[in-house]
């Protein structure tokens, strides 16, 4: 009995050993049958899409956001892909995906029926259904076509729309739209969006080694990812690279060649992240003006203000800055923003509306309103100056109250609880002294002041009342942006405006943005503003930036209690901006003014923009001249004295001369002395 078993077992040509082919055969024939009956009457009876020449492939195509150097910043899609011309994609690449996928793919008419019947039998005796043995053009009609669904009647619609397809196109075209619809992982959908994701480069400049990289990720995308899984995608390639030899594509000398080069990934970019603030104010307001489908979908090139070298400076100081205030003062919620422009044009060149995107998209730059605090001040000053003050016009800096109701008095007081009594205004400003402005703004009127706020940008509502010259009202970083611009720009307000240009994807120019701006407060009342704003740096409240060595003015802001600070500066070319604050009102701790908190993150952010710009000093207007003066007197000293300040003023409005001997102002020094 043994013995019988163990020639039959050996005997090739017994009985047993015929019944799975003959059964494999009789179901694979059944199989080739039922599929002929099948393609025959879906290609009759069924209904296809029809799809008659490469210019009807209208894909998903990413909107391009460019800063103001035309670089790619940033994209907006459903899909991420930018369309490549076939001509555009090297041989080499092009053949790479042609040996991975379908090596016979210039020799079939879309469908190839032995990988076919190779991929049934496949399926037959591992009693599953793969589905493989896909040519280029199956894929490319499934992917334009079909759904996913692993059905009978799918693959026979497949077949039908791949010879239609190869019917009505050429080869050429076919793989033009294979290689612009395949995704190949990260979001990436195309030869030329995976070529920028993973090399940081257009397909025109690929490598064979970094081809057959790409051409081994259709397969699975995550699986092969040269990121997340270097080795899988090295064999891939390898893989890729000894199909195409198989296929007299190319030689073993240079597949070994091409294997043994060192595949550089670009780093993943994080200035999205940086500049996310920025981008999502540019995908509101496209969205507005052209509907969703057009952005996500058409191909637009939005063409933006954004410099990324300063935008990458604000969001990195804004961090640190946070960092060291939270870690300093043993709290956490802390948020901040920052905002660049350009005074003449108004381009906002950069802005960071808090210190994690993903965390709040709440824009604190564009849309947090807060007390602006001794930021507010210039503004009374400028409406004080265009009344006819100068710079030495003495006001009082000793305590005031003034009646609210009847039974409630209003006295404010000093940051710093103490009096100077009489000063001029330029001390006054750049010591920031809240009783000698609130008896200015009481001289000057509080419509005059509300006046120039409007002319200069201030578009939020402010109060009708003395408190104005605390900055009790809110306002946005870019408003007080905005009216700083003007002083920057010989009273000239800017219009800001974050988007350059757009076309469409086929290059029509679809609106464009001309600078605008309006003259909000005269030339010669601007520079004497620059002057006045310039004192705060040299000796005020943020002479902490004077170590800069530029030409630069600007202005702390603190609000009662600590609870918002702001630094607002310029220099003859760029106007930046610091709010640091809780989202909900609180105080920011004892002693954390504005200097402590908001000043340290400008001066950081200007000390590495500032070498991007001319070290210019700000133009001086017609009508100004220039005298010196014995700033505690406000009297003009005689001409040639080697005492006191040179201080500009209108024409016509230099102070009377100090009698001889009552100079006893500082030694005399040039204006660029002193600001440098």
Aim: aromatic residues 8%; neutral net charge; hydrophobic residues 40%.
């Amino acid at each position: 009995m043994t013995s019988q078993v163990l020639s039959m077992e050996a005997d090739p040509g017994g009985p047993p050993r015929r019944r799975p082919f003959l059964l494999a055969g009789t179901l694979l024939l059944c199989f080739l049958l039922g599929a002929v009956v099948g393609l025959v009457l879906l290609a009759r009876f069924g209904t296809f899409p029809s799809f008659e020449s490469v210019q009807e492939y209208q894909p998903s195509v990413s909107s391009k956001i460019f800063d103001r150097y035309n670089q790619v910043v940033g994209e907006i899609y459903l899909e991420k892909r930018t369309l490549a011309p076939y001509r555009k994609i090297p041989p080499q690449v092009v053949m790479a995906f042609v040996a991975a996928e379908d090596a016979n793919f210039f020799q079939h008419r879309g469908v190839d029926f032995t990988a076919i019947a190779r991929a049934a039998v496949k399926d037959l005796l591992g009693g599953s259904f793969a589905q493989g043995g896909s040519t280029i053009t199956q894929q490319t009609v499934k992917n334009l076509f079909l759904t996913r669904e692993k059905s009978i009647r799918r693959k026979l619609k497949e077949l039908i729309l791949a010879y239609r397809m190869e019917r009505n196109m050429g080869k050429e075209e076919i793989l033009y739209l294979y290689l612009n619809q395949i995704y190949l992982g990260e979001g990436a959908y195309g030869v030329e969006a995976a070529s920028r994701t993973y090399f940081g480069k257009g397909v025109e400049d690929l490598g064979l080694a970094e081809g057959a990289l790409l051409a081994g990720l259709p397969k699975a995308p995550s699986r092969y990812s040269p990121r997340i899984h270097p080795d899988l995608a090295k064999g891939r390639q390898r893989y890729v690279l000894r199909r195409m030899v198989e296929a007299g594509f190319l030689s073993q000398v240079d597949a070994d060649r091409a294997y043994a080069k060192k595949i550089v990934l670009a780093p993943p970019s994080t200035f999205q992240s940086k500049a996310a603030y920025f981008l999502e104010q540019v995908r509101i307001s496209m969205t507005e003006r052209y509907g969703t489908e057009s952005l996500y979908q058409e191909g637009l090139r939005i063409y933006t203000t954004i410099d990324t070298r300063l935008q990458e400076a604000a969001h990195d100081v804004l961090i640190e800055g946070i960092r060291e205030t939270e870690e300093k003062n043993k709290y956490e919620g802390l948020q901040g923003a920052v905002l660049a422009l350009d005074p003449h044009t108004g381009a906002v060149l950069a802005m960071v509306g808090g210190t994690d995107f993903a965390q709040s998209q709440f824009n604190r730059a564009l849309q947090a309103r807060r007390q602006p605090g001794s930021a507010f001040k210039p503004i009374i000053y400028a409406a004080a100056l265009s009344a006819g003050k100068t710079l030495v016009s003495m006001t009082d800096d000793s305590p005031v109250e003034f009646e609210r109701s009847e039974e409630e008095l209003w006295k404010p007081r000093n940051y710093d609880g103490t009096f100077l009594g009489p000063i001029p205004l330029i001390e006054a400003l750049a010591k920031s002294r809240n009783l000698a402005t609130i008896r200015l703004l009481n001289e000057v009127g509080v419509d005059a002041a509300l006046r120039t706020a409007k002319a200069l940008g201030i578009e939020s509502p402010i109060d009708r009342n003395l408190s104005i010259a605390l900055g009790s009202s809110g306002v946005t970083p870019l408003e007080m942006c905005t009216a700083y611009g003007a002083f920057a720009n010989q009273g000239m307000r800017a219009t800001p405006f974050f988007v350059r240009e757009v076309r469409d994807a086929r290059g029509t120019v679809l609106e464009r943005t001309a600078a605008a701006a309006e003259q909000a407060i005269p030339p010669d009342t601007a520079y004497l503003m620059v002057r006045i704003m310039q004192e705060v740096i040299l000796s005020g409240t943020g002479r902490a930036a004077r170590g800069l060595g530029h030409y630069l003015a600007g202005k702390t802001g603190t609000t009662n209690e600590n609870t918002d600070a702001w630094f607002i500066g310029y220099s003859p070319d760029l106007v930046a901006g610091v709010w640091v604050g809780f989202d909900t009102p609180a105080p920011l701790g004892d002693r954390q003014s504005a200097a402590v908190v908001a000043l340290p993150i400008w001066t950081r952010f200007m000390g590495r923009v500032l070498p991007l710009f001319p070290n210019r000093d700000f133009p001086v207007p017609s009508g100004i001249t220039f005298s010196r003066v014995d700033p505690a007197t406000g009297k003009a000293l005689p001409p040639g004295s080697p005492e006191g300040t040179l201080l500009p003023f209108r024409v016509g409005t230099v102070p009377e001369q100090a009698p001889p001997g009552l100079g006893t102002g500082p030694p005399a020094g040039s204006i660029k002395d002193d600001l440098l």
